[in-house]
């Protein structure tokens, strides 16, 4: 019965009211283009910073609060973009080289797929369309479950040992660290 419905809200016929939908599309595909190449790049200088082979940072790499901040080897952007899209730091008990890799891996899916998405949508007549945007649509949806699985893994590993030993320029509480975090 709820198939036969009409629906509550009209279909969008156009992007920001004035641009057509596939501009739209167009720019929603560039954005994850970006949010890829943040990840191969992100991942690719965390794990230059790995000095081992172990795959894990020295115990002298290690910092314990702010007044060691300056021994760590990345900056304060970088590391807020660690907390934030970073898969490194022990999320699932693996080295860092696992995790690192694992994020560099993703990176260049999402890079390649968007890529492929981005060309479908340039080409006018493209007889593929259809079945690649409904592709691109469930790859975005795993995406956003991907995410929210890495944050909810991240969470109750966020003060110790992610701040304490990596993320030494975000030094605060432990609960505003999380708010800051859950905010996000």
Request: aromatic letters at 12%; glycine letters at 8%.
């Amino acid at each position: 019965m709820l198939l036969c419905a009409p629906p509550i809200w009209q279909p969008a016929t156009h992007f920001l009211g004035r641009y057509s939908l596939r501009t739209g599309a167009t720019v929603a595909v560039a954005f994850d283009f970006l949010y890829g190449v943040n990840l191969v790049m992100l991942h690719a200088m965390l794990w230059a910073q790995i000095k081992e082979p172990g795959g894990q940072l020295r115990a002298s790499d290690r910092t314990s609060g702010p007044e060691d901040a300056s021994r760590q080897p990345t900056g304060w952007f970088l590391q807020f973009l660690d907390l934030d899209i970073g898969f490194g730091h022990q999320l699932l008990s693996l080295p860092d080289v696992a995790n690192l890799l694992s994020g560099l891996i993703y990176g260049i899916v999402v890079l390649v797929a968007s890529a492929y998405m981005l060309q479908a949508l340039l080409v006018d007549g493209w007889p593929g369309l259809p079945s690649a945007t409904r592709a691109f649509t469930n790859f975005t949806h795993l995406q956003l479950l991907l995410y929210l699985f890495i944050s909810l893994i991240k969470l109750p590993k966020l003060c110790n040992p992610i701040q304490a030993r990596y993320l030494t320029h975000l030094y605060m509480e432990c609960g505003v660290l999380r708010f800051v975090f859950v905010g996000r």
